[in-house]
Structures are given as C-alpha cells and as structure tokens.
C-alpha cells in the first residue's frame, strides 16, 4: 500500500514536474522505511478488541509511553493485515478506557495521565496511635466560639434572611467592607490591590495557578513542597521546576538559573514556616528572591496559610513587592478547617483575570462562615484565638525541645507554628521510621512525601505537634519517637 497515492505520481508525469515525481519516491520510501508500533493481536478474539488490550499491554510494559504518538490509522491497518475499521474501532475502545487521546488535527496519543500525587501515605498502625501527621489546629476556644456566632445568628431573623441566598460572585459588599477592616491589620499591601474570598487555602492556589497559567506553562517551586500546589500545576497541565533549599529556604542562586532556563509563570513560595522543613525565610533573603523575579518578570504566589504567630513573621512577600505578588490565606489553621474560607490578595491588574478564575470554579462563596468570622473579628474574638494558638504551640514546642531536645538544633525563639521538622540521624531511612513509628503508636509524615522532583531528600520527618488532642497525648507520641531516636536504626548487614 503505498502511503503517497499513484495519482500524484501520473499528474506529476503528465506535467513533467520533476519534483514531485522525485517527492512522491522519497516520500513512499520515507514512510515505508520508518518502523512504526506493531503488537502482536490476540486471534481469539475480535480483532479491534485484541488491539485495545495490545495497546493496553504496551502502555503497562512501557512499550508506549505517556504522551506517544500512535501510527497513523492507515499504516497501522496495512502492517497487521487489518482493515482501517477495525483500527479506528480498537483506538475507539481504547480511548473509552481512558488509555489513549485523541488530538483533532494531530492524532492519537497514548494519554499523559502523569502519575497524580496519590494524597498521602496512610502506613500500618497501632489502633490507639497519637496522630501527628495532618495539620490540624489544636482544639481550643473554636468550638464554643462557633456555638456562640450559631446562636447569636439563629436569633437575628432579618440577617439571616440577607444572606441565605447566592451571595454576589464576590461576596455582599457589607461582608467585604467588615473584612476590609481585619485585612489592614494583617501583612498585606492593599493600596493598588484587591481581594477575592475562597473556599479555603487550597481554592486560592488553583484559582491563582489557574489564572496565570495556561496548559505548558512552567511554575517554580521549593524541593520540598506543600503537594497541593502540585495536584494545582498537574491539572492544570503545567509543569513544575523545584529549587534547592537551604537553612533560609529557597537558594537565590539556583532559582535564578532556574528562571533563566525555563521562563516560569509563577514561583509559588512559603516563606513562613515553609511546609514540611518549617523554615523561616529571613527578610534579606525574601528581598533577594522579590528581586530575581522582578528581573525575570515572574510572578510570585505567596502562600501564607500556616499558622505563625504574627510577631514572629517578617514582612511578606506581598509587602515587598505588591504589584508581582499574589497572596493567599485562610483560616483553615487559624480556626478548623471545617471553615472553608480563604482569600486572595491580587494586583489591581489582576483582579479581573482572576475573578473569571474564581468564577469558572466557584461562581460565588458562601456567606455563613464570612459572617461569623467578621462577628468573632468585630467582638475581638479572632486577637484572642490567635493569641491563643501562639500560646499553646510555644508550650507545645516546649514539651517538644523537652523531648527531643538532643536530636533538635538549638533554637532561641519558640516557635508557635503547627510542625516540627526533624532530620533523622544517620542510618534512618525515612519510610522505615515512619512505619516503625506507626507501629509503635505515633504517626508522622516522610519528607519524601513532599519531593517535587526525582533526588529523594535527606532522611527526615515531619511531627504535626498541634494534632494530639491534649498535651497527654502529644507527651505519649514525643515519647514514642524519642524511643525509636535513641535506639537507632537497625543495622543492616553489608552487602557482600
Ligand atoms: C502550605 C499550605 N497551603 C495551603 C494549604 C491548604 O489550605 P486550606 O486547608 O485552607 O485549603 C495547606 C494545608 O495544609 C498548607 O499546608
């Protein structure tokens, strides 16, 4: 079968074009001598299902990778002796099991399913086990808080019947101007920005993520990152570039070759108290990471959702550079996460592509947990609870350097942040500790569950100190890890 048809050679002759009689032999030629995909179908069965499973088949062996092109229909037909039908059925079959794409205009593609980020491993463990691996905020005053702002709403029949409705898609402008006020006291640039509500955190950065980045585009990391970011760019289809750290955080050095190289959209940073290493990235650093992007014309998505207390934050990123920055927040550690409600502080120049963000994922907010929370705001109730968590982390990391003191660096400040990072003394492998640890009743995360690119980092873990209910909980898990610390790991025999 030849690929070029023979009429192009008879026209060609009949013209006496020398060149398209010489292209229609290079031609054939090319595309005969090309090798293409050929399995081997099953005969037991119909022939387009045995080419589905043969293409199943290759795509698990690896024969065909993720994003691969597969022969054109025809060429395909020719070398398994098939009809065209029955390829463009068995492709048809395929693509029904998710297993292929096709590109109008381009073909078909094995499809780049990309391997999601599975969440987080859950690993085998005791049933009574203290949980320190998610981030929750430890249980305080939040409970009666809410009861009170539930009560006090119950009875107020005319604001309830304001808000029980779709709010506007930016929320009641009473519910805006109220959070306008408890935004001046937080470390944000309002003059020549805006702000949009979110469903939380996590809405904020692919609200964001999605604004400025479009299928292709490149977004900028640390080497160790929040994972949510991750599932963000990997729907997006945006790729993601990590950036080694150091003790202060991200290596100015290496992000500028970075930016150099692959012209990023985005860099998204944690500067305080960087989730997992817990890294608190001092203000010369932040100025020197704000000027490589004004330079490289990047901008900055400012993550800000852990909690820290406010007196040991130095100025955000947002503060020094708010026309580059994005900032975004929630009171999903501030509060519960049950809350739900976050923001977005963008440019003025921004503000509009992200709003059709927010739109397309979200249409509008709810209004409840804005009213509660400008009520806790507007009777000092917010000061307090944030006065409270700093409080109870600081005596948690207390109990925490009382613990595993020898096995932590030697710190001044207390911190009054949510984690505690502990790089595991030589000879640990971090999955080991991790399910060693499950076993002997504390749950921790693995470092490597938050490695964006393939160099597995140092051994270490990450402790969630406000999870355990209680300090007698947090004791009993400290307890446990200080155990495993001191009795090492076991020894492995030498490879002979
Ligand atoms: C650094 C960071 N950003 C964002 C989020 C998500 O925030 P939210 O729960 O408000 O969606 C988390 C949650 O743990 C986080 O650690």
Redesign the pocket.
């Known amino acids: 079968m030849l690929n070029v048809p023979i009429q192009y050679l008879f026209i060609a002759i009949l013209n006496g074009d020398k060149y398209h009689i010489l292209n229609f032999f290079r031609l054939n030629i090319f595309i005969v001598t090309m090798t293409i995909w050929t399995p081997t179908l099953d005969n037991t069965r119909a022939k387009y299902k045995a080419l589905a499973s043969a293409i199943a088949e290759a795509i698990k062996t690896g024969s065909l990778k993720p994003g691969e092109k597969l022969p054109p229909q025809r060429r395909l037909a020719d070398a398994l002796n098939v009809t065209i039908g029955t390829v463009t059925r068995g492709y048809l079959e395929a693509e029904r099991q998710g297993l292929l794409e096709a590109r109008v205009g381009s073909g078909t593609y094995v499809k780049n399913t990309g391997k999601p980020h599975s969440g987080f491993r859950a690993p085998a463990a005791n049933a009574d086990a203290v949980d320190m691996m998610?981030?929750f905020a430890p249980p305080g005053p939040q409970l009666e808080m809410l009861q009170r702002a539930m009560q006090g709403l119950a009875q107020d029949h005319d604001r309830l019947a304001r808000i029980i409705d779709y709010a506007p898609e930016l929320g009641h402008q009473e519910h805006r101007l109220r959070f306008a006020h408890w935004l001046d006291g937080e470390p944000v640039v309002m003059a020549g920005c805006n702000f949009l509500f979110t469903?939380?955190?996590?809405?904020?950065?692919s609200v964001s993520l999605n604004a400025l980045c479009r299928e292709g585009d490149a977004v900028v990391t640390d080497a160790l990152v929040?994972p949510?970011?991750l599932a963000a760019a990997q729907n997006r289809g945006v790729k993601v570039h990590p950036v080694e750290m150091d003790e202060q955080g991200m290596v100015p050095d290496k992000l500028a070759h970075i930016l150099a190289y692959h012209s990023p959209k985005l860099l998204y940073l944690?500067p305080n108290h960087?989730?997992p290493t817990c890294r608190q990235m001092p203000l010369a650093r932040r100025e020197q990471i704000v000027a490589l992007c004004r330079q490289h014309k990047v901008m900055i998505l400012e993550?800000d959702?852990?909690f820290v207390a406010r007196s040991q934050k130095p100025p955000s990123l947002q503060q020094l550079a708010p026309d580059i920055t994005l900032y975004?927040s929630?009171?999903?550690?501030r509060f519960s996460?049950a809350?739900?409600l976050?923001f977005v502080v963008v440019p003025e120049c921004l503000f509009d592509t992200l709003r059709l963000s927010l739109r397309a994922s979200s249409w509008t907010g709810a209004p409840l947990p804005l009213e509660w929370f400008c009520t806790w705001f507007e009777e000092g109730e917010v000061k307090a609870l944030d006065n409270w968590l700093a409080m109870e982390m600081q005596a948690r990391h207390r109990l925490a350097q009382e613990y595993l003191g020898t096995f932590l660096a030697a710190t001044d400040d207390i911190d009054s942040s949510f984690n505690l990072y502990l790089p595991l003394p030589d000879g640990w492998l971090g999955h080991e500790f991790v399910e060693k640890a499950a076993k002997a009743g504390a749950l921790v995360r693995n470092s490597d569950e938050y490695r964006v690119g393939p160099r597995p980092p140092e051994p270490a873990i990450r402790l969630c100190l406000s999870r355990p209910a209680n300090n007698t909980e947090l004791v009993k898990g400290l307890a446990v890890i200080r155990r495993l610390l001191e009795e090492g790991p076991e020894l492995r025999e030498a490879a002979l």
């Open positions: 998610a981030a469903q939380g955190g996590q809405h904020g950065i929040f949510g970011i944690t960087q989730n993550d959702v852990q975004v929630s009171f999903s550690k996460g809350m739900r976050g």
